[in-house]
């Protein structure tokens, strides 16, 4: 049987190993509800990667904590049409519209990074229901590994261990600007005025 947490679960260390992108305080509560949609552009200097997006709640102090997360395969970089996915689909739509992986070996793109690409990762993290209050700040934490919480990319770390000396450490590049408009989508719940 499962208990409650001792704590809430805060990533402000882990935040200090990650690439975040905080907001000002807020100026009002903001409610966001669904999945949180990521689209960044990302090269390596590995042909293989994993990314780990997290949407955090920070407080006055600083603290993160956590309010939801994703981890995305890199290689897994097309996008599939959902509905295509439901054998001899009878029409049926697939809501809410998010962005679709595939599973097969055909959706893979094997040294998704070689040769300097830049590459575009869109992804949704785990749907959502938080009402972040005023004077708080919203934070998307990336990182490229979540370790020992989930196992190293088997190309990177062979043997799972970042210590290991066949572990390669990437140096991951960010793009953004006008040409790789990198951004989070945050599905908002628009709130009217207080009775």
């Known amino acids: 049987m ?3 947490p001792e704590t809430a ?3 402000t260390e882990q935040d200090e190993q990650s690439l975040v992108y905080t907001t000002l305080p807020l100026e009002q509560d903001t409610e966001v509800t669904g999945h949180p949609i990521v689209r960044v552009w990302v090269s390596s200097t590995a042909d293989y990667g994993d990314l780990f997006f997290y949407l955090e709640d920070v407080d006055e102090q600083g603290n993160a904590v956590l309010v939801t997360e994703h981890g995305h395969r890199a290689g897994f970089d097309k996008l599939v049409n959902d509905d295509e996915l439901i054998p001899d689909n009878p029409g049926l739509e697939v809501k809410p519209d998010l962005p ?6 055909s959706d893979y793109t094997d040294r998704v990074f070689a040769d300097g690409a830049v590459v ?4 949704d993290l785990q749907p959502t229901s938080w009402l972040f209050k005023k004077g708080l ?3 998307l934490s990336i990182a490229a590994a979540d ?3 989930f196992q190293l990319h088997p190309k990177l770390a062979p043997s799972n261990d970042p210590a290991a000396l066949d572990t390669i450490s990437p140096t991951i590049t960010m793009h953004r600007g006008v040409k790789y408009p990198s951004h989070v989508e945050l599905p908002i719940i628009a709130r009217g005025p207080n009775p």
Do not use: A, D, K, S
């Open 2 to 4: 499962m208990g409650l």
């Open 9 to 11: 679960p805060y990533r």
């Open 100 to 105: 679709w992986h595939g599973f097969r070996q």
């Open 120 to 123: 575009e990762v869109v992804t």
């Open 137 to 139: 700040r919203i934070r």
């Open 147 to 149: 370790w020992p919480t």
